[in-house]
């Protein structure tokens, strides 16, 4: 049974400092592998929770413990173990939504929502992706916090989840992804005169719904 889950934390304290001595002190590779075998599945599962996509969770999580097995000689021995591995999965979360993943798994979202649509409707195809590249251009122009407010809204973030990875007031985080619906239907209008039609109708009401504050 694991020790984490007797409700003992004084020797759960204990455990976890005689790990983080090892691997600190005597770089024990077999006390690193407790503690990746202690907390890899519930970091996992939060993970997958947040980008909604299994592959990518596991990318993250190895990432993570690459980097805590690389900096081991800088751990404080008497730290929250589970509390420095949450922090550390929190910023692997935002660099992941600070990078083009998150961009591209909201396109692969569209995607598979109007599948069925493009299904029987295949003479649409070429009109979908045109307005893929049309999406994929108004994100790149928009500013960052924007940008990164509308990638967390599409991972099914609160408002008030999104305000604390950014930082940000929940009235600024709202008011982003009011603007952001705006400047994407403006600007999808504007330059899809020549696949204006049921399909783009489909696609702006979509953005509409998923980024509705």
């Known amino acids: ?7 003992h934390m004084p020797e759960t304290r204990r455990l976890h400092q005689q790990w983080l001595v090892s691997v600190r ?3 024990d ?22 980008v909604r996509d299994e592959q990518q969770a596991e990318d993250i999580l190895q990432e993570l413990f690459v980097q805590f097995w690389e900096r081991r000689s800088s751990l404080d021995t008497g730290m929250n173990l589970r509390a420095y591995l949450y922090g550390m999965l929190k910023f692997k979360l935002i660099d992941f939504f600070n990078s083009n993943k998150a961009q591209q ?3 692969d979202g569209l995607a598979e929502h109007m599948f069925d649509y ?14 893929e590249k049309l999406l994929e251009e108004e994100l790149e122009a928009m500013p960052n916090n924007m940008q990164q407010a509308v990638l967390l809204r599409w991972e099914h973030y609160s408002i008030k989840e999104i305000a604390s990875r950014l ?7 709202k008011n982003n992804l ?5 400047r994407l239907q403006r600007g999808l209008t504007a330059r899809s005169k020549d696949v204006y039609g049921p399909l783009f109708l489909l696609f702006v009401q979509s953005l509409q ?3 509705k504050p």
């Open 1 to 7: 049974m694991n020790i984490l889950h007797l409700g």
């Open 178 to 182: 009011t603007e952001a619906t705006k």
């Open 25 to 27: 002190e005597q770089d």
């Open 29 to 50: 590779r077999s006390a690193f592998a407790e503690i990746y075998n202690c907390y890899w599945r519930e970091l996992y599962i939060h993970a997958v929770k947040r």
């Open 118 to 131: 493009v299904q029987q409707h295949p003479e649409e195809m070429e009109t979908y992706l045109a307005m």
């Open 105 to 107: 798994k909201l396109l």
């Open 167 to 173: 930082n940000l007031s929940e009235q600024t985080v």
């Open 209 to 211: 719904e998923w980024l």
